[in-house]
């Protein structure tokens, strides 16, 4: 990808458990978001944080970032079936207003 | 958050010719943003598109290939010029209106080059 790399690639849970994914990036950034990708359809924004924050959480929800690693963490607790979906986050070069896209992870959550 | 409009959702095309996909934002904004996603794949940015001056395209991506048009704030079209197979992909465009609530996306135009 043109920034980062997400773990795991794919990610198969029963309903009702936590999941988790990852994203590594490579360049100093001032925001990273995470989007989620239903098959076939656009994106949707999920979650903003800024590089000074260090959690943040929306509902079911609760995000992670660590600068100095350069990573961030997506949690969904109590998952559901609706959550299938496929994830990924997003960085933005330090000085541009652009955003760079990882590689995703395709979240399976079976009823 | 701005609504888009991206047409066409879809389209069949012959290699050799070329397609024009149109982004309209309900909202003035000052960048857009044009993405590529091949099958199975992440999202690629192709170039950024600002009113009245000529796009900034990403290393892998040039003018010729995907001129891009941004007459005023509300509107861009790219165009995938000499189409082959390996162009078959899902185009974005996208718009970040407010700096904070992160992108909004269009519906995204599933293009299949044969």
């Known amino acids: 990808s043109q920034q980062g790399e997400e773990d795991p690639q794919a990610l198969s849970i029963q309903e009702g458990e936590n999941a988790t994914m990852n994203c590594s990036y490579k360049t100093s950034i001032n925001n990273l978001q995470w989007y989620r990708q239903n098959s076939g359809r656009g994106l949707v924004h999920l979650i903003l944080?800024?590089?000074?924050?260090r959690e943040k959480h929306s509902g079911r929800l609760r995000v992670t970032l660590d600068t100095s690693k350069k990573s961030s963490s997506l949690l969904i607790t109590a998952s559901r079936a609706a959550d299938t979906a496929s994830y990924f986050c997003a960085t933005d070069a330090s000085n541009f207003n652009k955003f760079y896209f990882g590689s995703g992870t395709k979240l399976n959550v079976k009823p | 958050s701005a609504v888009i409009s991206q047409k066409p959702s879809r389209d069949i095309c012959q290699r050799g010719t070329s397609l024009t996909i149109q982004c309209q934002v309900d909202?003035?904004?000052?960048?857009m943003f044009w993405y590529r996603q091949q099958p199975g794949q992440s999202l690629t940015l192709i170039a950024t598109a600002n009113q009245g001056s000529e796009a900034t395209y990403e290393s892998g991506f040039v003018i010729d290939k995907f001129p891009i048009s941004r007459p005023n704030l509300t509107f861009s079209t790219l165009t995938v010029s000499n189409m082959s197979p390996e162009d078959s992909s899902i185009y974005l465009c996208?718009?970040?209106?407010?700096?904070?609530?992160?992108?909004?996306f269009g519906s995204g135009t599933r293009l299949t080059v044969v």
């Open positions: 996208s718009v970040d209106p407010a700096g904070v609530y992160g992108y909004t």
């Open positions: 909202s003035q904004v000052t960048m």
């Open positions: 944080i800024r590089s000074n924050e």
